[in-house]
T-cell receptor, first 114, second 112 residues
Framework: QQQVKQSPQSLIVQKGGISIINCAYENTAFDYFPWYQQFPGKGPALLIAIRPDVSEKKEGRFTISFNKSAKQFSLHIMDSQPGDSATYFCAASMRSGGSYIPTFGRGTSLIVHP | IAGITQAPTSQILAAGRRMTLRCTQDMRHNAMYWYRQDLGLGLRLIHY???????GKGEVPDGYSVSRANTDDFPLTLASAVPSQTSVYFC???????????FGQGTRLTVV
């Protein structure tokens, strides 16, 4: 049973376009929603994250939109650049013994054409 | 440079052999995690540890064991490797009360 569903599996965007990746979750115990970016041969790295008490968070060209009632959240990459080409993972985390345990979506492979 | 060190970076292992993947962090993070990454399946949690001396099972724990004798080290052991354990393994850590997980560079394991 997939706790965090991510779509699309792959995405091709032209330089300057908007990339949109969507995620949905079921467990209302999740209370931290990070996005990770992974380049080939590297480990994932935190890109941006949001807590459920806000509906949107923006950092530079990256924005998370969060819909608590629908249990959905999405990543928008504005003015997409070839350097943004990577795999993106959404995650949903819940507390366990003082720590957060991330549960990941299956990932989206983003290609930005020059 | 502070961070997470995983060893080895890659390994080819005969089925039935025992193997320990090493993970060391120097950030004094309380929590540590082991994930496996498979194409199309994303990152799946194998085991985790909230603090030294405690461990817990994740989504796919069968065939794996962990220990957390101190804050810095979190080794993952495959007692008797099988081909389905061919994967890229990532160790991660996070500070208590924060959600940001820091990942190592991964270990690519092939079981033949």
């Amino acid at each position: 049973q997939q706790q965090v569903k991510q779509s699309p599996q792959s995405l091709i965007v032209q330089k300057g376009g908007i990339s949109i990746i969507n995620c949905a979750y079921e467990n209302t115990a999740f209370d931290y929603f990070p996005w990770y970016q992974q380049f080939p041969g590297k480990g994932p790295a935190l890109l941006i994250a949001i807590r459920p008490d806000v509906s949107e968070k923006k950092e530079g060209r990256f924005t998370i939109s969060f819909n608590k009632s629908a249990k959905q959240f999405s990543l928008h990459i504005m003015d997409s650049q070839p350097g943004d080409s990577a795999t993106y993972f959404c995650a949903a985390s819940m507390r366990s013994g003082g720590s957060y345990i991330p549960t990941f979506g299956r990932g989206t492979s983003l290609i930005v054409h020059p | 440079i502070a961070g997470i060190t995983q060893a080895p970076t890659s390994q080819i292992l005969a089925a039935g052999r025992r193997m320990t993947l090493r993970c060391t962090q120097d950030m004094r993070h309380n929590a540590m995690y082991w994930y496996r990454q498979d194409l199309g399946l994303g990152l799946r949690l194998i085991h985790y540890s909230n603090t030294a001396g405690t461990t817990g099972k994740g989504e796919v724990p069968d065939g794996y064991s962990v220990s957390r004798a101190n804050t810095d080290d979190f080794p993952l052991t495959l007692a008797s490797a099988v081909p389905s354990q061919t994967s890229v393994y990532f160790c991660a850590s996070s500070a208590q009360g924060t959600g940001e997980a820091f990942f190592g560079q991964g270990t690519r394991l092939t079981v033949v």
